[in-house]
């Protein structure tokens, strides 16, 4: 089998996209998901992207992490986003599918603004809080963020605090008023990843909650680039929370699996 595919990336995340509109590709296949994610034996990528037909929206996101895994990812919506309007399906709004429901998204150029799901609690602990942002998220506060072993001490806390169903692992400092510095560990890569915007999401909103921040609009620096985060706060709930930042088509090619 001979596949098309497409490379794409969200502030250095990166993603394998395929158009399976025809649902030719065998999703139930999780060793070739793994293999086409493989940075030395693959393409390469954090995730893999199946763009799919939808009956209630303009196209469905099935997402998967690099061990075939499920999951929603935020850059990956983003990358979805700018590949539905590169394959004509969208102009410049849209309302797509994901495991965690519909999304609507806008973009402008390579800038895509993908507003996520509410965000009804933030659990807060003496030392990290926790809260789902259409993935599991520990976000907790550093001061040697440039210096951390995130591979390392990620794993500690994704596999000794969460067990095997784990979370993602966000490690932040703050480095202005309504700027913050992560780096993540992502569950279902097992690594550190470049960026992570489920987890820009979680650090923007936990950083509100704690009041290091009274911002509506928070900007959150992570290793592949800058990631804005706009939301409103109802009732101790969050609400029309909004990520935006670039997505861009890296390169396109066929792979024989």
Known sequence: MVLQFFKYQGTGNDFVVIDNRQELFPKNNTKLIAKLCDRRFGIGADGLILLENDVESDFKMVYFNSDASQSMCGNGGRCAVAFAKYLGIIVSETTFNAIDGLHFASIEGDIVN?????????????????????????????????????QIEGAKLRYGLYGESGSNINFVKQSDKDTFDVRTYERGVEDETLSCGTGVTAVALAMHKQGKTESNSVNVNTQGGVLTINFAQQNGSYTDIFLKGPAKQVYKGEIEC
């Open 114 to 150: 993908l507003k996520m799901n509410n965000v009804k609690e933030v659990k807060e602990k003496p030392l990290y809080s926790f809260l789902d942002t259409g993935s599991p998220h520990h976000v907790q506060l550093v001061e040697n963020l440039n210096d951390l072993n995130v």
